[in-house]
């Protein structure tokens, strides 16, 4: 993405190394403070009539707020435990893919739009966990064949995971239609920075393939053949149902000048 690399070359500032590993310890944060104020959600969460009231501090808070991490349960616990694992896991794989400017950005932008979505569409919950599954999608899209251990025993790739996941997300769009322009611009980081060039590399490398092919039938002579009448010099090329056979003499003749008739 050259237009990036100009971005970072004038606002490189920007940069947030382990930007994603500060997302999931606030997560951890609100969980735990959940414990002690059961109501915290209802104070960290979007309200976009409360926000315009003075609350500014839900703009960045809605994505720490509890439904992004589940209940205060041993469940929830253990989900949680997995959940800090794998945010670290993944911050730590795109950096070393993308950078770390390149990773702000692709973060920055999920934060964005999630935050116009939610002023655009009130009513939509969930924006930290549809945060954090875009950067999953993204860990899964870049490395897919990184494999988790499930119950601690079953080991199974992340882009298997990851389309159980998707295949959930697609049942909720179509189970409720409504919601899907908030589903688009919540996974518009993912659409630009993961999906997009994904895409182009793939017919890339598609049309390479293509070339190359060209190239190799045009190192080969058009006039190639693989038989040879030693007496007439037809080819198969001459004719499309001549048949071939090796003279005793151990060169090829077409049958109608084969020596004697033999070697058939």
């Not at 253990?78 to 950078?99: K, M, Q, R, T």
């Not at 899964?140 to 499930?150: G, K, S, Y």
């Not at 909720?172 to 895409?199: C, K, R, T």
Request: with cysteine; net charge positive.
């Amino acid at each position: 993405m050259r237009w990036l690399d100009r971005i970072e070359r004038r606002l490189g500032w920007l940069s947030f190394p382990g930007l994603f590993r500060f997302f999931v310890l606030l997560g951890v944060l609100a969980f735990a403070l959940s414990w002690v104020r059961a109501d915290l959600a209802s104070l960290l969460d979007f309200d976009r009539a409360k926000i315009l009231g003075g609350e500014v501090w839900r703009v960045a808070t809605f994505l720490f707020a509890q439904n992004a991490f589940g209940s205060f349960t041993l469940l929830g616990v253990i989900f949680l435990y997995f959940a800090v694992i794998i945010g670290f896991l993944i911050n730590d794989s795109l950096e070393e893919a993308w950078g770390p400017f390149r990773t702000s950005m692709f973060f920055y932008t999920g934060y964005l739009s999630l935050l116009v979505g939610s002023f655009l569409l009130p009513g939509t919950a969930w924006s930290g966990g549809l945060f954090y599954s875009s950067a999953f999608f993204a860990f899964a899209t870049l490395f897919p064949r990184h494999e988790f251990l499930l119950f601690f025993i079953l080991p199974v790739q992340v882009r298997f995971l990851a389309m159980i996941s998707a295949g959930l997300l697609a049942y909720n769009a179509m189970s409720q239609p409504a919601v899907i322009p908030f589903l688009l611009l919540a996974f518009l980081n993912y659409i630009l920075f993961v999906a997009v060039p994904f895409f182009r590399g793939r017919k890339s490398l598609a049309g390479a393939v293509v070339r190359r092919r060209k190239f190799e039938r045009s190192k080969l002579p058009e006039t190639e053949t693989f038989h040879r009448c030693e007496t007439c010099g037809r080819t198969e090329n001459d004719a499309t149902r001549l048949d071939f056979r090796v003279g005793g003499d151990g060169k090829e003749y077409c049958t109608e000048h084969l020596p004697g008739k033999a070697g058939d």
